[in-house]
């Protein structure tokens, strides 16, 4: 029987550990808290209530070797998704030989987010709403212990939502100091893409509308986009 990607992920056992060891607010925790809750931190902490234990799908594990931009079906180590807080991600990625990504579906598009800024994959969970946050931020959760805001991806890129498509899942990103949930529809498989079927120089192929998109991989003769985390962090904190 072949296993849908859900339950792969449900049967590995990635062990992590669900214990955060820095529970102190980073510089942009602390942005992002002023700037949409006027509070200082005390007061958050009271307001996140208790730390929620997410029902996780996918812990940080990229594949092992596969066929270029194919999916692939094992795990291993890999770098944290916390690592290069201060360098541009895009600029690291390109400097790889081989870049590995997760990829999901939202309604029948399907896009992918380097695996060095993922953290893991869990089931939605309902966020503390946040009135003077912007339509794309659904709230924050208090996800072991950090201050998580839950980002409607599909708002940001411009995707209008269809009948069943209900965002089921949340991928959690680290990048620059805060960490975010990219609410998506359905979690799809692991790639470990070559450099040379990357295409980082997108402005000519799609136009202007590529905020959040920092670059195209090839997958079987299709174009894949590549998620930008960095600059859904920034946007989150300026917006």
Not at 182 to 193: F, G, N, P, W
Not at 200 to 212: M, P
Request: with cysteine.
């Amino acid at each position: 029987m072949v296993k849908t990607p859900e339950e792969y992920f449900q049967e590995q056992d990635f062990g992590t550990d669900s214990k955060v060891e820095d529970r102190r607010f980073t510089d942009a925790e602390r942005a992002f808290m002023q700037k949409y809750l006027g509070m200082d931190e005390q007061d958050v902490l009271q307001r996140m209530g208790r730390e929620q234990e997410p029902d996780a799908v996918m812990t940080l594990a990229p594949p092992q070797s596969a066929p270029a931009a194919e999916p692939a079906t094992q795990g291993h180590d890999a770098q944290p998704a916390s690592g290069l807080l201060h360098e541009e991600l895009e600029d690291q990625l390109k400097t790889l030989e081989e870049v590995q990504m997760v990829s999901f579906y939202l309604g029948e598009q399907e896009f992918t987010v380097p695996i060095m800024a993922v953290q893991e994959v869990i089931r939605f969970m309902q966020p503390t709403k946040l009135p003077a946050a912007p339509r794309f931020i659904a709230g924050m959760v208090n996800l072991r212990g950090r201050v998580t805001p839950l980002v409607y991806l599909r708002d940001l890129l411009g995707i209008v939502a269809r009948e069943g498509d209900d965002g089921r899942f949340i991928v959690i990103c680290k990048r620059k100091g805060l960490q975010v949930g990219l609410i998506i529809d359905r979690v799809h498989t692991m790639y470990r893409v070559p450099q040379r079927t990357i295409d980082w120089n997108i402005e000519s192929r799609l136009g202007t509308s590529v905020d959040f998109v920092s670059g195209l991989m090839n997958s079987n003769e299709r174009l894949v986009s590549i998620i930008s985390v960095d600059r859904i962090v920034a946007r989150v904190l300026q917006s």
